[in-house]
């Protein structure tokens, strides 16, 4: 009889087809990268080994020279990664709220709390800084749409510090790559337990408007309301 996969195995045969999928889709966004990855552990490698000649350790540093140069190449292969997948989204409505969603920590996020007809939206985040209204789009437009928000959050939010984040290209923007790392060094304002109290406070306020969530197609726009039945 042939033994099931363990659980285990199966996680590793997943996290193999992961890679191999996330390989494929860099080395169409970014051709150079998988090659720049296999010449930093290569050369990682290359240098552990030389290392082992030069003190006659040799024997002891080929497998550390083919774990650090796995580790090395898994490192720029994330980072890799990462700056492909923000080049495919940037510049699409909701690219900003799928960077919220996947950072780390004790962050609450809250897609598209307002927007209009434009697809231009503010994603409302909150977390050890406060609260966070981020918006996407031109900011001749987003202006207004974080006002009205931010005065409509301020009353529940009442004495916690409120900041907004306009995400795009135009000068005054933070670049949709540049986010996560710019929401990392707002000041800590909060305790988790304020946070967790905080967030409780605002999801109970009604929604401005409903709007898609996540990244949308370019050139679409919010369907129009329906038309009041006439007798």
């Given at each position: 009889m042939s033994k099931k996969p363990t659980d285990g195995a199966q996680e590793r045969v997943g996290r193999f087809k992961q890679i191999r999928m996330v390989a494929g889709l860099l080395k169409q966004a970014d051709?150079?990268?998988?090659p720049i990855v296999f010449g930093a552990a290569l050369a990682t490698?290359?240098?552990?080994i030389l290392i082992g000649l030069l003190i006659d350790?040799?024997?002891?540093?080929?497998?550390?020279?083919v774990l650090a140069a796995f580790a090395v190449g898994m490192i720029i292969f994330g980072q890799r990664a990462q700056k492909a997948q923000y080049k495919m989204i940037a510049g699409q409505p909701g690219a900003a709220a799928a960077i919220l969603k996947n950072m780390r920590g004790n962050w609450s996020?809250?897609?598209?709390?307002?927007?209009n007809r434009n697809l231009d939206m503010v994603?409302?985040?909150?977390?050890r800084p406060g609260v966070v209204l981020v918006s996407e789009g031109p900011r001749n437009r987003v202006g207004q749409l974080l006002g009205a928000e931010k005065k409509r959050l301020s009353r529940a939010a009442q004495q916690v510090p409120i900041y907004d984040v306009q995400v795009g290209d135009e000068e005054g923007q933070i670049p949709v790559d540049r986010l996560?790392?710019?929401?990392?060094?707002?000041?800590?304002n909060l305790t988790k337990g304020?946070?967790?109290?905080?967030?409780?406070?605002?999801?109970?306020?009604?929604?401005?408007?409903p709007m898609p969530k996540g990244p949308v197609p370019r050139g679409a726009r919010m369907p129009k309301g329906p038309k009041p039945k006439t007798r």
């Open positions: 051709p150079k990268a998988l490698l290359v240098v552990v350790q040799l024997w002891f540093f080929i497998p550390l020279g996020v809250t897609e598209a709390v307002a927007g994603h409302r985040v909150v977390g996560q790392r710019h929401l990392m060094k707002l000041p800590r304020q946070v967790a109290e905080l967030n409780d406070r605002l999801q109970a306020l009604p929604r401005a408007m």
